[in-house]
């Protein structure tokens, strides 16, 4: 299905209702239903197995049990607790993205990059601005749980980032047992609404903006060093508005605005942070969350930078890079002919020898091919130099 009718991997709190992200299961019909040849009926038929078919249906068993105990035990005081009936759906991409714009040039910008990255009806768009946040706090926080990360972007302000507030904050230092520590990348263009617990905690920034109150860009004005190439990014179209945002201690700077004397606002500072970074607790080379004060659909170079933001700082694995191992050695490879990962992220060894050691020997490579023309002269052509 279409990004934008297709159920995401929301969570219903009533499972047959007509909730419009929930994919509804088939029911079956017990006097209906065939058994399936492996099945189990009686005591009889477990009699009957060969002794390496028990044991077969022994291991079963106990996987099972195994993988119950486990997955229950967020869920462990529900009887003193006792919470909705909650049903998900697998998630079809590492990143979730979340549309809180009703911009559909902005829409046509993240859902491209997003093809392009992942590959066209490969990933999952909670819709904000049609739907709205209809999830209470905990269900809005198990479907963020099934992702490694999120990218939310919004236009014109709105309170469902303020109201998601506890659920973003769990999802990047959990404090529910069970749930993975997730990564978020935030693009908006005002921070008013917004707590200071979310600003200064969530995404490592001061509730305060630099300069007060906020941005117009210019157009043709450059966002410098941003991206793995750190090229500049140039704006594009009139009546740009932004946030100039201040980092606090543990977070990073990852792009400003060129400098302009009263460019684009009156007070200084004259070039304004306008991308910041927070370090993750356990490995700083990584980013835990990042957050966007400029349009980034209206820069020219933006999509790419994007990209390697989420692929060289939080790890995030394209549908086109795959790893790939022999015996001790395991490796990334993707279909632009390169091996090897930057160092980008544990889950996507350049080149990891012997593993599971977590000792890289490769930086980055690519292949070479070469061939003799009609002429008889030699030409190669690299992915990598």
Request: charged share 15%.
């Amino acid at each position: 299905m279409e990004q934008e009718t297709r159920g995401i991997p929301r969570i219903s709190e009533n499972p047959t209702s007509s909730h419009p992200c929930y994919n509804s299961p088939q029911p079956i019909n017990p006097t209906t239903a065939q058994k399936h040849p492996n099945s189990i009926g009686n005591k009889g038929d477990i009699l009957a197995m060969s002794p390496r078919r028990r044991y077969q249906l022994l291991a079963t068993v106990l996987a099972v049990a195994s993988f119950s105990l486990v997955s229950a035990s967020p869920t462990r005081a529900a009887a003193e607790n006792p919470r909705p009936t909650a049903t998900t759906t697998r998630a079809l991409a590492p990143v979730l993205l979340i549309d809180d714009s009703n911009d559909p040039a902005a829409d046509a910008w993240y859902q491209n990059m997003m093809d392009n990255m992942f590959g066209v009806g490969t990933w999952d768009r909670y819709d904000l601005a049609t739907q709205g946040l209809p999830d209470p706090p905990e269900l809005f926080l198990n479907t963020l749980a099934q992702y490694q990360g999120v990218l939310w972007y919004r236009g014109v302000p709105t309170p469902y980032l303020a109201q998601a507030e506890g659920p973003l904050l769990d999802y990047l230092d959990p404090a529910t047992p069970g749930y993975p520590a997730g990564r978020l990348i935030v693009v908006l263009s005002s921070i008013y609404d917004l707590s200071p617990t979310l600003l200064s905690v969530g995404l490592g920034v001061s509730p305060t903006a630099s300069p007060l109150p906020g941005l117009t860009i210019p157009e043709g004005t450059k966002a410098l060093g941003f991206g793995l190439e750190a090229t500049d990014l140039v704006a594009f179209g009139y009546g740009l508005s932004g946030i100039g945002l201040q980092p606090l201690a543990g977070a990073e700077t990852i792009t400003r605005l060129e400098p302009c004397v009263r460019c684009y606002s009156t007070r200084p500072p004259y070039d304004p942070i306008v991308g910041v970074r927070r370090a993750d607790v356990i490995n700083p080379s990584f980013a835990r969350s990042a957050i966007f004060g400029i349009p980034l659909h209206q820069f020219t170079g933006a999509a790419s930078a994007l990209q390697d933001l989420m692929k060289y700082q939080m790890g995030f694995i394209p549908a086109f890079e795959q790893v790939l191992g022999a015996d001790n050695i395991r490796t990334t490879i993707n279909g632009a002919g390169y091996v090897g990962s930057f160092f980008s992220s544990p889950d996507r060894p350049s080149l990891v020898y012997p593993y599971p050691s977590h000792v890289e020997n490769l930086y980055h490579g690519g292949l070479w091919i070469g061939a003799q023309r009609p002429d008889g002269s030699l030409g190669v052509s690299t992915s990598a130099d």
